[in-house]
């Protein structure tokens, strides 16, 4: 299985490709950065929307997994942020998973990787295990 971990930092998306059968024997495949110029110029979201397609393409993920930010609050993400990750989501046909930073806090940093890239890692080796995802829950209609 391969899994594609993601950590977006401000507008930059750091991915690391792990394969393995399980978060026990990962091992890196692939490692690197795209980078989202001005978030509001089309030219810019489009080149980076094409990129993370042509990466996704390439890679061939399973399963990709993103380190979650908050939407809300003092800690949320930033607009680049969540840019990033409509465009991510929409660029992959395989199950996408919003893993917490208190899910992988317990995994180990990867001494061969360079700093920026420990967070992606901790997301790859967590989407082999990801958490159940939640099925929606349906809403009654509002009377009238």
Known sequence: MKTLGIELDSNRLCYVLA???????????GSGKLQLGETREAD????FAAEVGDLVLSLGPDRIAIKAK???GQMRAGAAALKMEA?????????????????????EDNGELYTYLQGAWKAAVGGFDPPKKKTASKGK???K
């Open 44 to 47: 810019d979201v489009r080149k």
């Open 70 to 72: 908050p939407e809300n």
């Open 87 to 107: 465009i991510l989501i929409a660029k992959t046909s395989c199950d996408v998973y919003f893993l917490t930073p208190q899910h992988l806090k317990k995994i």
């Open 141 to 143: 209609a509002k009377a």
């Open 19 to 29: 394969s393995g059968s399980s978060s026990d024997d990962a091992t890196v495949v």
